[in-house]
């Protein structure tokens, strides 16, 4: 067997891999709206196929366990079919996902999150984690937010973000069959569209105000996801898949 | 799109959905041992592939929503890769799918577990939800007990169960490309073959006494999987494809 | 002292059966409505007197631990008079008491359940110990299903089962002041009473959809429990002692 | 039926009452080490048998629920047999009971605890629920120090308290049959008995400082439980149900 | 450096103490209602400065561990800008500290609460840790109880307590500049203003019956705050100081 | 009166400024190591401090609630004193407090944090209660990083942070009185000075993998303390205090 997903493997086959210590990577979803054109799973589907790419790229030295298919949406509740958990039990989840993997021997784990709604959760499981169990070294990552650089070659909306340029170009490398390229409408681009909190929320970034998306935008969309082609999105998954094979190799060997 | 997966749809296509009330199906697994031939997904795979056949004879009442990945396997523990939620957490993920689902306007979900370990955490999760939202009808449904019949059938080994002739005959059919048919070695297959307690466990049925699967078998597995083949698998999931579709159609009309 | 009662016992006492490790039982009840002729206690009754028994037979190799009055019952709230702990309350209770139990010494404990509600909480809690007291033995049965040939016996109605035939039976012999016969009353007793979809629900077994028995039954009764006479209640009633006594000794020798 | 116990009540009956309101009295005992001489189940019985004697003198205006008969005694844990909740689970409990009753119309509870040690806990319910069920009237009480004149009578030891001579008293009136006279023993009875920290506790009351009965008391026993008779007991008795039933008239003609 | 406010020392100074096992003050306060003559945080204000006294009295055998700015007080929820911790987050507050301070070494802490709702969440950790942390000595003590003698000699009102003689007086000498003395006026002063449940509850004291303040009076006071003068505040103050000076003095030599 | 502190306000105070809806600032710290320089209540005293200068600028806009001085910092408990929540404890404060708020009518509410380790639990309250309290709007802040300029304009060490250049010039303005200038030193300053995982940990920044402090500093300092002044300081508080009072006045006009 060549494949490096747990679920795939037997328990003799996950045993033989303890003592190498490979890293454990845990994809982690949103089930959301995104906008009239991208599908509810966007952000999981985009987080597994990362770690797909990653897990090739690393040579064995990077196992990828069970998925966490719904986040932490609250945010998004007010668009049909947007399922969230509490910040509770989602992170309820990540640490009875850590508590089962320590068990095992395994010692470094990192979580790949499609959705930005899930960071806060991540970090304060890692936090308590310091005390519960020292000796695991959990790392958790964004996926869009690593190519800074090359979103910006794209020249974005004003106002951009959430089943805007960035995530629909991912979408259309990585999963283009899902995509409704026909219903792709822009949503929110430019600030004078917000309403005035919105907009106070918007320009500020710190200190951080908590809106819903549908005060937002309302089509959940912001900035304009007609804007953008496979190859933008292709670029982009490149530049995080890059990173985070990167970081793995450097924990790898530290 | 034809698809009843709402991962794979759009808000607006859920949203169109919600007024003629189709029931939500929720996958349900474990990410577990099963022994040395078959994958840790083995119970989300078989719940995953019954829920699409079953919606798609279901004609469009029935939409598949997110899976469960992660089940409760404390059972399982000693056996590597075995992850698992506590009872409290599963309860709390079912309970906030559901809270969601409400929300949108949805009333009937059945939840189709492919693991048995789940079963009385699903309970507990229906008696609460009774009195916090009593106008959601929740259903939920184990595998491989709708076929009785069909199990009975192969005449399994006098004990039988986890790993064994039933779950390995449905892996057959239902995910071949995943059993190391050459791997596949029978575990406790004789009630003699028990250290005295489990024996008393496993025939007395009740009271009910829980034991952890190290003390049942050593390779993890009752039965004895190499005596099945496809086309018995094809023959039990048959049965409990048809005994979901049947209870979706009677309640759908009731 | 010859009790096999903890409550009746002094430390001292109980300290000195600790080395011979007798199996501690603990009646678990309900606290809801049994129609117009049984006491809201029945289920308590029933399993308070049935461990009364069966530790009578199992000369000091069982003693009784506090009861827990109160179980899971919500589908019963809508009648008067019904309490229910949540399910995570029951749980919560039953964990405590099987820790202060474990701190002393004992390990072997057998919750006796006259109610069926309770089942699925105490599923939950043994599963969720395997990992927390991986030293204890924990097991756990309700009444009347020990019994299934007797209750067979009595031919009962089409629908029967709460405050129906076989229930009031086992009150008729064990606490006949409490049972007001000239109040007994059939009440749903055949699944054309049913309304549609509690026919649905109770024609599947499997799926289970978990309905409040106001839906199910006007006075709160499933069968005719007029048709019983304490000779019935007799018969099952022995059946159950004789059941969990012969459990009790394999286990013990085992 | 002239019963006032709700639990030997049926639906139909406890339905009738809730439109006069009457107060509802729940009986919480501890199930703890009581000396060489009483039973574990000391605070239940006496809290038990107390609401039996106020609910013939309330005559009618008074009914009597489940009990709780575990509380609150992690201080008693070294001593074998004692069973504790935490003080998170008896109010789990507690609050519980209440939301039963207040969902079927009673509006007045009365919790009689026969242990100290569950005061707190039920002081943080009512507390809590002021929020959540404002229209609920909660009201609890102790027993011996309702009788404080009649406990000084007894001309006590110095130190006296647990297992001595007030809670002996009361039960040779109340449960005769369930005293090992024989057995009974004196405790600490003098201060200067006490290692220097537990001095420092009972000598200055307040600030209060916990400690473990096991560092107070060899035996368990604080006072000199053979310096009492059955008319002391009595004494006690009386003048707790007189204070509880004045109570219980004031409120419910207020 | 000279002071005893943890605060103000860094990390280093706190570990040169540990050794000698100082005893740790947490001021406990409460963030509520007090008449239109008191502050908000008269509970914290009073707590944080007896401490100070109090350490200043000790000789750096204690010192002052952060504050607990609000505590537990439904009861004051209906009158404008009062601020409550559920039991449940107090206790876990507390609690969270004292796990901190045992982590350290610390084994002898008192808190000292300005406000009386505290004193059951307070009982309710202590309880609690006897099984979790069996070799920490927690003590707490409320305030103003511990004057009795001084109180009654300012021969207060009928109805006294809260935002009335006492409390009022202890802020005219520990933060008179928070005082608005014009604004001064009495609340409940008698029993015949209270409405007959209040009157109930109060006459009685046990059985207890908690009732929250709005119900109990107009403008949030018990008693006649005119009345006192500073000079009657400083003689309960220092009574005070001086009862849990003594109490730390005895502690710290048993 | 023309104070901001709601602690030294009175209820009918407090009540009249509800109907204008002014903004509460909640002022939220840790307890915890500051190097051998810094005291351990560093971070709730620059929250208070830049919490009344923002308020006086607000001109009455703005009213400053209780503080929260214990924070999230687990990271820091290897050293002494360090006193810590649990990220569910401190967001359960954090909830109780805008709970109170919310009920007396405020609507509008900013957690001022002087310690980056609250961050994260301070969204997902923001997140969850986006379902409970929709009409709450909740900001937060933290300090130092609105000052980047400011802080960039010090030339740090290539390592700074904690402890380090930003935060002691900070304190040198805000409280000179209790830095201990001549115990401040250098903690880990550059790269090659951490341990390789601490270095992997320092060089990605994404993905982001937690450590204890006591992995990344000897002396819990990052930075070099010493090269900074209180001029350093008070330009960064005033960049600090200009933003927040900006931010408020949009939102306040929005």
Known sequence: MTTHRMGEMTTLEIADTVPSQPIV???????????????????????ERVCAQVAD???????????????????????????????????AVVRDYLLSLH????RR??????????????TTVAQDLLVELPDLELAWTPLT????????????????G????????????????????????PGTTTLDQ????????????????????????KNGVLGDPRRVTPEDGEAIVQAIVQRITTFIQDWDTA
């Open 25 to 47: 990577l845990l994809p982690a979803g949103a089930f959301e709206q995104h906008g009239p054109g991208l599908p509810m799973a966007t952000d999981l589907i985009r987080a």
């Open 57 to 91: 790229l690393a040579g064995g030295r990077a196992l990828i366990g069970p998925s966490i298919p719904v986040g932490v949406s609250p945010h998004h509740l007010a668009f049909a079919g947007t399922m969230s958990l509490s910040t509770t039990t989602f992170a």
């Open 103 to 106: 068990r095992h021997g395994f």
């Open 109 to 122: 784990v990192l979580v790949v999150t499609g959705h930005g709604g899930n960071n806060a959760a991540l």
């Open 145 to 160: 937010t690593l190519a800074r650089t090359e979103v910006a070659a794209l020249d974005p909306s004003e106002v951009h």
């Open 162 to 185: 959430h089943s805007g340029e960035a995530e629909t170009a991912q979408m259309l490398t990585l999963a283009p069959e899902l995509v409704r390229t026909d219903l792709l409408e």
């Open 194 to 217: 917000f309403d005035p909190v919105s907009r106070v929320a918007r320009t500020h970034g710190q200190p951080t105000l908590t809106l819903p998306y549908d005060r937002l935008s």
